[in-house]
């Protein structure tokens, strides 16, 4: 089990990580944003600290759901947060809904938090003292969830016992359970023993690109280098996620791109993308997927060649996904279409994708070398076996019978008797409860 951290992979974009991913830091003077904690593979009553290392503004502690938007502001009494956030603000002030409350905090206090599953409530504790409770959390998964709104704003979590400033409440567990790893010492070497595992396929994310409801809205911006006139056919339409709601391209006709920049200029990381044609017949078959670090309209900049595609087939408002060899980043993607002597490009959907799984190879089952000398901490959180059953478990077995070597032979002029021998090998058979001998 690796060591459970803020998700550098699930924050908003103005929300920037320190401290091997345990500090949360506000990122500009009027950003807003939340971060969540990498989640835990299943439900029990946990317990986690905040230390509020500097207040500047408003700061949130408490739990959210997987899906929860972390682009949720905190800002303002418009628009608080949704119900799949529930926590204490600094101001006073409970979520969600909003409630009035006595508890406030400040610079280098210590806010415990205990999401209790049994009972389904969240319960606070002010370095050390209880202080709030929200019940009625609903059936999910709830995971810690920091929100800040200024560059001045920093806090730290503490998921495992040891980092712990106050003891853990009756009936909670640390969120990240203590850590038993073990290596077998064999032959002068530490070693692991690896199961069998098959190999997984690599897996994406949904879609990066938000839902459009303009060529600036809700973020980010769409962008083509002409389009046909009538607003039905704007560059946005090709990233509204409605079926037969598509941008065309106007004069001049080539050569042609549409693409799409994300908000606040915030790189992404890109593996795979799909493009929907409306019709196939109007649908580029040569392309090239192209992206910038640099543009600040779609038009200028510098744009880099990611993959050409040529003699791509099409059907009518059918998907089609293409895979990258390599994972890319930029901050702006987008489809060129150089001379190709068509007039009219109609592209129902563009969209792009991450890695959300890398995949693995299969791993054989055998033991692997660690180290020929004493492991280190980190070699038994990174290498270690988290239980040595089966190895060592002892199972109870009845043996067929065995033959007998009659040894009368060693018997001296006199003896009365014959003598049987048979060797047990005391190596394998360590821990031998009873020995049966029948002479027939």
């Known amino acids: 089990m690796e060591k459970i951290t803020l998700n550098p992979n699930d924050k908003y974009s103005t929300i920037q990580l320190s401290n091997n991913n345990m500090t949360m830091n506000g990122n500009t003077s009027t950003g807003y944003g939340g971060v969540k904690s990498v989640r835990q593979s299943k439900k029990f009553d946990f317990y986690f600290e905040v230390k509020i290392d500097n207040l500047s503004s408003r700061i949130l502690v408490g ?50 938090i205990a999401v209790s599953y049994t009972t389904n409530t969240l319960i606070f504790y002010k370095n050390g003292a209880l202080a709030e409770t929200i019940a009625g959390l609903i059936d999910d998964i709830w995971i810690p969830y920091l929100s800040s709104t200024t560059a001045n704003d920093r806090a730290t979590v503490a998921f495992i016992k040891r980092d712990f400033k106050y003891p853990i409440p009756t009936g909670f567990e640390a969120y990240q359970p203590p850590i038993n790893k073990s290596l077998i010492l064999h032959d002068g070497e530490y070693k692991k023993y690896k199961e069998k595992k098959e190999a997984t396929n690599e897996t994406y994310t949904n879609n990066l690109i938000p839902k459009m409801t303009s060529n600036t809205a809700p973020s980010g911006r769409a962008f083509a280098s ?198 047990v090998d005391l190596k394998r058979y360590f821990d031998i409860r009873s020995i049966k001998v029948e002479v027939k």
């Open 63 to 112: 739990v959210s759901t997987p899906a929860t938007d972390t682009s949720v502001s905190i800002g303002t009494s418009a628009t608080k947060f949704p119900s799949t956030v529930k926590g204490l603000m600094n101001t006073g002030y409970t979520y969600s809904p909003e409630t009035k409350v006595n508890t406030t905090f400040a610079t280098n206090d210590v806010i415990g």
């Open 226 to 423: 002409s389009t046909t006139s009538g607003s039905g056919y704007a560059p946005w339409k090709a990233f509204d996620e409605v079926p037969y709601e598509y941008h065309e391209n106007g004069t001049p006709f080539e050569p042609y791109n549409l693409g799409y920049i994300f908000f606040n200029n915030e790189k992404k990381k890109v593996k795979a993308f799909s493009l929907t044609p409306a019709q196939s017949i109007n649908m580029y078959k040569n392309f090239i997927l192209q992206g910038s670090n640099d543009t600040v309209n779609g038009q200028d900049g510098t744009w880099v060649d990611i993959k050409e595609y040529v003699d791509i087939s099409w059907s009518n408002s059918t998907l089609k996904t293409f895979i990258l060899e390599h994972e890319v980043e930029y901050y702006a993607y987008r489809v060129y279409v150089k001379s190709t002597g068509r007039a009219s490009y109609n592209t129902d959907e563009f969209k792009l994708y991450g890695i959300l799984d890398h995949g693995a190879p299969e791993v054989l089952a055998g033991w692997e070398d660690i180290s020929s000398v004493l492991p280190t901490q980190t070699q038994f959180i990174s290498d270690g076996m988290d239980s040595l059953s089966p190895l060592l478990d002892r199972t109870v077995l009845k043996l067929e019978p065995v033959p007998m070597t009659d040894r009368s032979d060693i018997l001296e002029s006199g003896d009365i008797g014959k003598v049987f021998s048979k060797t």
